[in-house]
């Protein structure tokens, strides 16, 4: 890896009134629910769960009211203070108007909802010392409390008629039973504390134990109780589809529009990655091509470790050259750690720095089981995505200003569409710079870009109720499968799981390539802005620097900065 760049310290900016606004929203969020000081490496919160009763939910928002009403009260003193105040006030009113609609009693899908949110807490615990291990086994212990507060939670949504859909209930009470089986995460988990004295080992085994019968507590309270009152309807309607695009993009746009503006961009991908196919396999199809390149032994990776080596190797030589030539990279997040993820639920994910940095940011693979092989044609641009100029390097430069942006501006505001959407720019930026010039690079790039422009489509037909775009009928869970698996080449068992995923998450899978949108038209009216003077290393310097934000607010920031 080249030598970083010289880098100009960042002169302190005194802190204001609403950096301390928002410093103390940082402090609440941690109190209410420590899994978030976890993430942030705060260690004092590693031990304990937040309430995940109804009187969790009314403490967080007797919290929000709170804090809009002390950034209404509170006159920005700079720019920065500006952006502050008018994302997280966005933020928080949103969230009010999503709390009036009750929609924290429904709170449950497959991928993001307390049930993963208790079991993903202990991903990021440290484990290197006896007292970390402690803290993990007072964790363990806690998981009980914090599946009965929720289940309690989800039993007042089902006594006032605001219930999830039945899918999703079916499909997260057989993920609560593979987390209770006898080789499910939890002993795993406490295996790896063979050197740890024989007292804490006991209690680790007796707090695994407790939490794997926890969860088996719970699938049976989804199966027994919840699913009789659950909804059979998989759409949430536009009411709530509006509030929870706004949620994911930070900006209000026109959901009709995109879905027209959706159908269009997945034809203009099907018809570049077919494009891109025939050279791969003169006058050949997309599966074609794409059996080619799976059957070429070049392109193959044997091995969890042989993957890992990979993405490192990958991950370290574009921080190296992207460095030299297109971003500022300061030294302290030249580091990024790839690791192979502790749990085998499938998908590729990066996890930020802690704000001292004493954790690096880190690229996570969870490897399904049984999955020993993996296609590099397919992934390059996913490295891309996760690492540099993708993921790490929006989220942990927000942490390098940390003399400038409150903690809140670091590690905790923005929003899918601004996070996904920059690194799907990423991913076409590097073509752009030629790093996915190989037919097959490129070809696993189109891969995924159909596969975000398809989700747009599936998602707003379904939750929307919208015609088919064959005129064919309405979306349906069983057409929104159908229509996945013609736009994307996963197998089965994962095409399955993200239609379960959109179905029960709305809004989240369209703001990656409604994000990507929005930020190419960022950059395209900078340009315009800027004429012949225009610099794009500069404008993402801008644009990065800012930190994490809805979309509407970055848009905002940027044109008050010309």
């Known amino acids: 890896m080249t030598d970083p760049q010289p880098q100009t310290p960042e002169a302190a900016r005194p802190a204001t009134p609403i950096d301390r606004i928002a410093e103390d929203w940082v402090d609440t969020l941690v109190e209410l629910d420590p899994t978030v000081g976890t993430r942030l490496g705060r260690a004092g919160s590693n031990a304990r769960f937040g309430d995940y009763s109804p009187s969790g939910l009314d403490a967080r928002a007797d919290a929000e009211r709170h804090t809009l009403a002390a950034l209404a009260a509170a006159a920005p003193v700079d720019e920065v203070d500006e952006v502050t105040r008018r994302d997280l006030s966005e933020q928080l009113a949103l969230r009010r108007e999503q709390a009036e609609l009750g929609l924290g009693l429904r709170d449950l899908n497959v991928i993001v909802s307390p049930v993963q949110a208790i079991r993903n807490a202990f991903d990021l615990m440290p484990r290197g010392s006896e007292a970390d291990w402690a803290a993990v086994a007072t964790r363990l212990h806690g998981v009980a409390g914090a599946l009965a507060g929720y289940r309690r939670t989800l039993a007042e949504g089902a006594r006032r008629g605001i219930t999830p859909a039945l899918r999703q209930v079916r499909e997260v009470a057989a993920q609560a039973e593979r987390h209770a089986a006898a080789d499910g995460f939890f002993p795993g988990l406490v295996a790896g504390a063979g050197g740890m004295p024989a007292g804490l080992r006991a209690e680790l085994a007796a707090g695994a134990a407790a939490a794997a019968t926890a969860y088996a507590g719970l699938a049976d309270f989804l199966r027994d ?31 009709d529009e995109s879905y027209a503006w959706g159908i269009e961009e997945l034809a203009r991908m099907t018809e570049e990655q077919a494009s891109i196919a025939r050279e791969i396999v003169p006058g050949g199809t997309v599966p074609e091509a794409i059996a080619a390149l799976d059957a070429d032994p070049a392109r193959i990776l044997h091995g969890t470790r042989a993957l890992r080596d ?49 954790r690096p940011g880190q690229m996570w693979w969870s490897v399904p089981r049984g999955v020993t092989e993996f296609k590099a044609w397919r992934e390059l641009t996913t490295v891309y995505h996760e690492g540099v100029p993708g993921h790490h390097l929006q989220m942990a430069t927000a942490v390098v200003h940390r003399n400038r942006l409150n903690s809140w501006r670091r590690q905790l505001a923005g929003t899918s569409g601004h996070f996904e959407g920059w690194a799907l720019y990423a991913e076409r930026f590097m073509a752009e710079l030629g790093f996915l010039d190989d037919p097959g690079a490129r070809l696993g790039m189109l891969d995924g870009q159909r596969m975000r422009a398809a989700r747009v489509v599936l998602d707003l037909g379904v939750h929307l109720g919208k015609p088919l775009p064959d005129g ?14 013609e736009n994307v080449t996963m197998n089965p068992a994962s095409v399955r799981f993200e239609v379960n995923r959109y179905l029960g998450w709305p809004g989240q899978a369209p703001s990656y390539k409604i994000g990507q949108r929005i930020w190419e038209q960022l950059r ?26 809805g979309l509407d607010t970055l848009a905002w920031a940027l044109r008050r900065q010309r």
Request: glycine share 10%.
């Open 225 to 255: 109780e919840l699913a009789p009152a659950a909804s059979e309807r998989d759409g949430v309607g536009r009411e709530h589809y509006q509030l929870a695009s706004r949620e994911f993009l930070g900006a209000t746009v026109d959901l």
């Open 310 to 358: 990979w993405l490192q190797e990958t991950s370290d030589r574009a921080v190296a050259e992207l460095g030299a030539t297109q971003f500022d990279i300061p030294a302290e997040i030249r580091r990024l750690d790839c690791m192979i993820a502790p749990t085998q639920e499938g998908g590729i994910y990066y996890t930020g720095p802690s704000d001292d940095f004493s």
């Open 472 to 485: 064919s009928g309405r979306w349906d869970a069983a057409s929104a499968l159908a229509f996945m698996t």
């Open 524 to 549: 395209d009216e900078a340009a315009e802005r800027g004429g012949a003077d225009f610099d794009l290393r500069e404008f993402h310097r801008e644009a990065l620097g800012l930190g994490s934000l």
